[in-house]
């Protein structure tokens, strides 16, 4: 089971950014996935989370309306669009696939990616 996160990079405040997360050895039919991130200091912290069986996605309040979470069933690829970014949106980003079809808490991660960076800034 493995997943791969890979888009990070640096962008101007109210940019836009596209992060992939490319799964291999299990299904996005069978599981949900997530994306976290973790800023400089801080505790790491959910951002999306998207249920396998249809697809449901549950979006932290900081970032709903600004970011899109989609998925690619024929790749196993998930996706996160990122818009209207900020300076507060600054981490690495994760993404991490959850023990069960349902998204749940924080602690039903069980298997994650090395991260990518999104750094915005002017």
């Known amino acids: 089971v493995q997943v791969v996160e890979s888009g990070g990079s640096w962008v101007q405040p109210g940019g836009s950014l596209r992060l992939s997360c490319a799964a291999s050895?299990?299904?996005?039919?069978?599981?949900?996935i997530g994306w976290l991130r973790q800023a400089p200091g801080k505790r790491r912290e959910g951002v999306v989370c998207?249920?396998?069986?249809?697809?449901?996605?549950y979006y932290a309040s900081y970032v709903k309306g600004r970011f899109t979470m989609s998925r690619d069933k024929a790749k196993n690829t998930v996706y996160l669009e990122m818009n209207r970014l900020q300076p507060d949106d600054t981490a690495v980003y994760f993404c991490a696939k959850q023990k069960n079809q349902q998204c749940a808490g924080y602690s039903q991660y069980d298997h994650w990616g090395q991260g990518t960076q999104v750094t915005v800034s002017s």
């Open positions: 050895g299990f299904s996005l039919d069978e599981y949900a």
């Open positions: 998207m249920q396998a069986s249809d697809g449901s996605t």
